[in-house]
């Protein structure tokens, strides 16, 4: 058998509860107050008992106390000497015995009173009307409370219980057979040597137990007593014989629970029944609203020599037991719901209020089906109103500096009690607090916190003003309100559109603000005067088709229902996307090619068709790049390319002198009627044009080849990618006559959008004239450069890109050197893990933003040897802020030796060329120079002294 132990020392033990009162009757008569507090520092057992110099143990004062005396004992952490009490009061002036405040400040806290194994705890002998109220009795004898030949005794609230170890096997509660009117209320009784709980001689008299609890040992036994009266126990027992009535006794049990300790280990057979009434007894007893459920193998009820097993055979074999349940109803527990609002609140010696003091309350949830008021519950305790705080509620959690944030006392309600009159407090944890007639308040912090959090109370009062309680809320930090943002990018390669889609703007958005003061407008304008777009949503993309290339201010303006505005800008660059069409002859006035076949004369135009012509489209087209070449000139002159229908810019794109071949790349937006105008300043000359490719602002579709040719430039590094003189992408040493050259791409040239190449071809050293060709497939008929024996010259060329990164090069004259500088890649909308994403080209009217020769752009002056210019680009011209390269007609004048330019943006002068020129020499070349992080470019010359034109074409955004 196991049993929970209480932990007592082997001695008997009295204690007084906290506020004990007393359950005697009122009396008229008040007598000496007498007091005993052995903590005190004046205490003596011979002194006169009061509260100046009280007795040191409860003894003195029993002895001295008589009808209407009241004797106060302090509550103490000391252990009180056990007590016989003999105290002889009368029915009006009874002897009363109660707790007083001592020096242990708990609410439970009780005057201990500490009996060797012999000695009860307290003794009542002949004593006769006493009341006692708030003792708590302990001993490791056979009995801790007996009552021997006294009468009229009122034993209330407290516990007695009899240690593990005592000897003997009396009852915790012993009462003699000449003992009289005894009512043991409100007890917990714990008989911890197994022994009975309560026991009472043959003879005895008017008992009554009610409401009182036994646990850890046996039950109640009476022999031979007349008027026992057991109502709203709770009888735990270890192995059954809850209740026992034996030899004639005569009484009543009502609202009683018998179970068993679940925690006790019994025999399957022999285990006595939980209630027991013997033959001599049966007829003098009634039994009726009990709860009995023993163990498995035990039996509710031996009624007169016979066992019942169920409360209905009880009732069917002896008419007792009308209302009682039993263990085939419920598991029993003071808590179990068949035991609330079930009791007969007239049963013999029932109480008012419970084992706790409280008083009887009508759960509503649970119909009533006891007797009476129909709100006493079955067992000691009296289920209560469950009506409890509950850690407070509200928005706190997320509390913003600003913003208004609710609390709410929370409560545990189930029995929905109206909370009218109820008063609340709340603290908020920055130093205010408020109050309020109902159970929310709304407050606003001033102040984010900062590392730490905080947190609010609120203190509930009820209607009659006292304290039902105070609960907390969780902690949380109050955080600085957040800002109304928004982003705006149209710049990332991720989000960009792919060429397919020329002059659209894909835009990627972002909005984010406080939850509390939703966005109410999120509106983005695209620079252009078109209308705004109202976008939804924390982020997305936008897009959004120009009607003309350029770079343009996206903005995106925000409001929200708290009034506060949010505006992002950033720009944004569209234009048209280039194809290849592969060199076409479109233009050779020594044939009548395009135009009329005779020389253009000083200050003549040749007014040529482009669209329509060569590969290119009669319609969408804005611009084209066109290898233009100059011929048997009779004197020294320049070309200036431009729309038709435009005036004629002070730019200059082929420069030349009498009796040379001089080629040069020119991109020029498309005029009226299709066609773009090519000026002649001086003297006479041939015109021969190549178109290399167009720009259009065209859709492709999925459907039309086109969507893969349509591709956009992405500027490098000036990276040189062959250079025959020192091996360099192919062999050491001249190539010969009738020769082609395969050039291998660098690695981001080699992918599957890579469809074009923009490249600074060199030839130098030749040993007599030719001319070179770059191509991808098919040799063409055309070139792209014409040399003579012994010269250096270069020029720019645009050609496709075959797979693998692979570009063939041909030279038609004599031996000759090789040099080729990559200066970019055109790459289609496929994404193939190498190639660059390139970004739009905005053609530009021909523009002159430098010239050392008058102070354009630059100190007026010649750039010397090994020394470097830097121009200011963007910001300048139209070239905006962001943009990344520029295309220019850069053009070195009389040079006073042979030398080179070297055109480049960020980083260190890269060995590459842009312009070869010899001494005297007036050269002009196209190149795609990129942009350092300030917007500018840097143009280096290697020999001697020479003045610099740049004419700006256009820019790649």
């Known amino acids: 058998?196991?049993?929970?132990?209480?932990?007592?020392?082997?001695?008997?033990?009295?204690?007084?509860?906290?506020?004990?009162?007393?359950?005697?009757?009122?009396?008229?008569?008040?007598?000496?107050?007498?007091?005993?507090?052995?903590?005190?520092?004046?205490?003596?057992?011979?002194?006169?008992?009061?509260?100046?110099?009280?007795?040191?143990?409860?003894?003195?004062?029993?002895?001295?106390?008589?009808?209407?005396?009241?004797?106060?004992?302090?509550?103490?952490?000391?252990?009180?000497?056990?007590?016989?009490?003999?105290?002889?009061?009368?029915?009006?002036?009874?002897?009363?015995?109660?707790?007083?405040?001592?020096?242990?400040?708990?609410?439970?806290?009780?005057?201990?009173?500490?009996?060797?194994?012999?000695?009860?705890?307290?003794?009542?002998?002949?004593?006769?009307?006493?009341?006692?109220?708030?003792?708590?009795?302990?001993?490791?004898?056979?009995?801790?409370?007996?009552?021997?030949?006294?009468?009229?005794?009122?034993?209330?609230?407290?516990?007695?219980?009899?240690?593990?170890?005592?000897?003997?096997a009396g009852g915790t509660i012993a009462v003699d057979g000449s003992s009289t009117g005894i009512a043991l209320t409100r007890l917990q009784i714990a008989p911890e040597s197994g022994a009975p709980a309560f026991t009472s001689a043959a003879g005895a008299q008017d008992i009554t137990l009610a409401d009182d609890t036994t646990s850890l040992g046996g039950g109640i036994s009476a022999t031979g007593t007349t008027g026992i009266r057991l109502a709203g126990d709770t009888i735990v027992t270890t192995c059954g014989n809850g209740i026992s009535l034996t030899a004639g006794t005569s009484g009543s049990v009502e609202n009683t629970v018998v179970r068993p300790d679940t925690t006790a280990s019994c025999p399957d057979t022999g285990t006595p029944a939980e209630i027991t009434v013997d033959t001599t007894s049966a007829p003098q007893v009634t039994a009726d609203y009990n709860a009995v459920n023993p163990q498995s193998a035990g039996t509710d009820y031996d009624w007169a020599g016979t066992a019942y097993g169920t409360s209905q055979a009880f009732l069917t074999g002896t008419g007792q037991g009308a209302h009682d349940l039993d263990q085939t109803d419920v598991t029993l527990s003071t808590q179990s719901t068949p035991l609330i609002d079930s009791a007969d609140a007239d049963a013999p010696g029932e109480l008012a209020t419970d084992l706790h003091g409280a008083q009887r309350v009508d759960d509503p949830l649970v119909a009533d089906t006891g007797t009476g008021a129909g709100g006493y519950d079955r067992g000691a305790t009296e289920v209560q109103d469950p009506l409890s705080l509950e850690m407070a509620g509200g928005t706190y959690e997320n509390a913003y500096a600003g913003i208004p944030v609710t609390f709410t006392a929370g409560f545990v309600n189930p029995w929905s009690d109206s909370l009218d009159g109820y008063r609340y407090t709340f603290a908020f944890g920055d130093g205010t607090t408020a109050t309020s007639t109902t159970r929310s308040v709304t407050h606003t912090y001033t102040q984010p916190t900062t590392s730490t959090k905080i947190y609010a109370t609120v203190t509930v009062y009820r209607p009659d003003g006292t304290t039902m309680g105070t609960e907390l809320s969780s902690y949380f930090p109050v955080r600085p309100l957040p800002e109304l943002t928004g982003s705006l990018d149209c710049r990332s390669a991720s989000i960009q559109i792919a060429p397919s889609l020329p002059d659209t703007a894909g835009c990627a958005f972002t909005a984010a603000g406080f939850s509390g003061y939703p966005i109410t407008s999120d509106l983005i304008t695209f620079g252009d005067g078109s209308k705004a777009v109202s976008v939804t949503g924390p982020k997305s993309v936008v897009r959004h088709t120009y009607a003309a290339a350029g770079t343009y201010t996206v903005t995106q303006r925000l409001t929200d229902s708290g009034g506060r505005t949010a505006t992002d800008t950033t720009l944004t660059t569209v234009g048209p996307s280039y194809v290849a069409t592969g060199p076409s002859r479109v233009l050779d006035t020594r044939n009548g090619t395009g135009a009329a076949k005779r020389q253009v004369g000083p200050g003549g135009v040749v007014r040529l068709k482009v669209l329509g012509v060569g590969g290119v489209p009669a319609s969408g087209v804005t611009a084209v790049t066109l290898n233009v070449t100059d011929t048997g000139a009779t004197a020294s002159s320049y070309v200036t390319a431009y729309p038709d229908g435009t005036t004629r810019p002070a730019a200059s794109d082929l420069d030349f002198t009498a009796g040379r071949t001089n080629p040069n790349l020119v991109t020029v937006r498309v005029g009226t009627g299709g066609c773009v105008d090519l000026y002649?300043?001086?003297?006479?000359?041939?015109?021969?044009?190549?178109?290399?490719?167009?720009?259009?602002?065209?859709?492709?579709?999925?459907?039309?080849?086109?969507?893969?040719?349509?591709?956009?430039?992405?500027?490098?590094?000036?990276?040189?990618?062959?250079?025959?003189?020192?091996?360099?992408?192919?062999?050491?040493?001249?190539?010969?006559?009738?020769?082609?050259?395969?050039?291998?791409?660098?690695?981001?040239?080699?992918?599957?959008?890579?469809?074009?190449?923009?490249?600074?071809?060199?030839?130098?050293?030749?040993?007599?004239s030719g001319v070179v060709t770059a191509y991808c497939g098919s040799r063409p008929s055309t070139s792209n450069l014409n040399y003579r024996a012994g010269q250096t010259v270069s020029n720019l060329v645009v050609t496709k890109v075959c797979t693998g990164g692979k570009i063939k090069i041909y030279n038609s004259g004599g031996h000759v050197h090789l040099i080729a500088d990559l200066q970019g890649l055109y790459t289609n909308s496929v994404v193939d893990g190498t190639s660059p994403w390139g970004s739009p080209y905005v053609p530009a009217s021909p523009t002159r933003f430098l010239d050392t020769r008058n102070g354009t752009g630059a100190p007026t002056g010649r750039l010397g040897a090994n020394r470097t210019l830097t121009v200011k680009v963007t910001g300048v011209h139209g070239v905006p802020a962001g943009a990344t390269a520029v295309l220019v007609n850069l053009t070195g004048v009389a040079p006073t030796t042979a030398t080179h330019l070297t055109a480049y943006g960020a980083g260190t002068l890269p060995n590459t060329y842009n312009d070869n020129l010899g001494a005297g020499e007036t050269r002009p070349v196209l190149a795609v120079i990129p942009l350092d992080t300030n917007g500018c470019l840097h143009i280096h010359n290697a020999n001697g002294s020479l003045d610099i034109v740049a004419d700006l074409e256009g820019y790649i955004g």
């Open 1 to 168: 058998m196991s049993r929970r132990r209480l932990l007592v020392r082997s001695a008997a033990v009295v204690s007084v509860l906290f506020g004990g009162l007393g359950t005697g009757v009122a009396h008229a008569t008040t007598g000496t107050a007498l007091y005993v507090d052995d903590d005190a520092a004046g205490c003596s057992d011979t002194g006169p008992g009061s509260q100046a110099e009280p007795f040191c143990q409860i003894q003195p004062a029993a002895d001295s106390a008589g009808p209407g005396d009241t004797v106060h004992v302090a509550r103490n952490t000391t252990r009180y000497a056990p007590v016989t009490i003999g105290s002889a009061g009368t029915a009006d002036a009874p002897v009363t015995f109660v707790a007083a405040p001592g020096d242990n400040p708990a609410a439970t806290a009780t005057a201990r009173v500490l009996a060797g194994a012999s000695t009860p705890a307290m003794t009542f002998s002949g004593a006769r009307y006493v009341d006692v109220s708030g003792f708590s009795l302990s001993s490791s004898g056979p009995s801790t409370l007996v009552f021997s030949l006294s009468q009229h005794i009122s034993y209330d609230t407290g516990s007695v219980s009899t240690a593990q170890a005592a000897t003997g």
């Open 680 to 768: 002649n300043a001086h003297g006479h000359v041939d015109l021969i044009a190549d178109v290399e490719g167009y720009f259009t602002t065209k859709a492709g579709s999925s459907s039309s080849s086109v969507d893969d040719r349509m591709s956009n430039l992405a500027p490098v590094t000036p990276t040189r990618v062959l250079d025959t003189r020192y091996g360099t992408g192919a062999a050491k040493g001249k190539v010969a006559s009738g020769s082609t050259t395969t050039v291998t791409l660098p690695k981001t040239g080699r992918g599957s959008a890579t469809v074009g190449a923009v490249l600074d071809v060199t030839v130098t050293g030749g040993t007599g």
